[in-house]
T-cell receptor, first 115, second 114 residues
Framework: SAVISQKPSRDICQRGTSLTIQCQVDSQVTMMFWYRQQPGQSLTLIATANQGSEATYESGFVIDKFPISRPNLTFSTLTVSNMSPEDSSIYLC????????????FGPGTRLTVL | GENVEQHPSTLSVQEGDSAVIKCTYSDSASNYFPWYKQELGKRPQLIID?????GEKKDQRIAVTLNKTAKHFSLHITETQPEDSAVYFCAALWMNSGYSTLTFGKGTMLLVSP
């Protein structure tokens, strides 16, 4: 099974600041997904991070707000920019089906609170 | 894109009873349907999945059924235990611009009372 780690595990930030979340996978994967889970809600896909190209964003999410890096096949970062209290959520990275693994694994998540 | 509807949003049962959670999907090309269990403060964990070439799959107390014609699939938990209490998410896999992605239902909070 995939081992996925995220840093930080949680943070409390002031509005207007930015936070970069790191995701590390224990094996090379073609694509990594970033999800947002707002309190009491389901998982919403933010973007897909493909190594060597720009991330693909879902409707409602833009690169200026959520810039993503994918410098190699085991690592990705998601930045939440110019934060507001509405950005308070859990952010999870995941490895999708069809890559090195048969099932989609999620990282432990980063719990973000914006004051 | 894919749209996944999940019902009920909350489900309360007594220990030992069965629980059933139902999902429907919109994209007939979807071919993989996982179920995730998320305990409070933890990441979603895959508990069972089914592919479109199979109608039913069972793993101990949990089972999943798939009706491709009706585009719905269900999770069945028998002999429920308090540790089954969690939020359960269904999902459907579909092709999005050349790669596969999961669309999730809104979740069902299952509460098993002793």
């Amino acid at each position: 099974s995939a081992v996925i780690s995220q840093k930080p595990s949680r943070d409390i930030c002031q509005r207007g600041t930015s936070l970069t979340i790191q995701c590390q996978v224990d094996s090379q994967v073609t694509m990594m997904f970033w999800y947002r889970q707002q309190p009491g809600q389901s998982l919403t896909l933010i973007a897909t991070a493909n190594q060597g190209s720009e991330a693909t964003y879902e409707s409602g999410f833009v690169i200026d707000k959520f810039p993503i890096s994918r410098p190699n096949l085991t690592f990705s970062t998601l930045t939440v920019s110019n934060m507001s209290p509405e950005d308070s959520s859990i952010y999870l990275c995941s490895v999708p089906p069809g890559s090195s693994y048969n099932e989609q694994f999620f990282g432990p998540g980063t719990r973000l609170t914006v004051l | 894109g894919e749209n996944v509807e999940q019902h009920p949003s909350t489900l309360s049962v007594q220990e030992g009873d069965s629980a059933v959670i139902k999902c429907t999907y919109s994209d007939s090309a979807s071919n993989y349907f996982p179920w995730y269990k998320q305990e409070l403060g933890k990441r979603p964990q895959l508990i069972i999945d089914i592919r479109s070439n199979v109608g039913e799959k069972k793993d101990q107390r949990i089972a999943v059924t798939l009706n491709k014609t009706a585009k719905h699939f269900s999770l069945h938990i028998t002999e429920t235990q308090p540790e089954d209490s969690a939020v359960y998410f269904c999902a459907a896999l579909w092709m999005n611009s050349g790669y596969s992605t999961l669309t999730f239902g809104k979740g069902t909070m299952l509460l098993v009372s002793p």
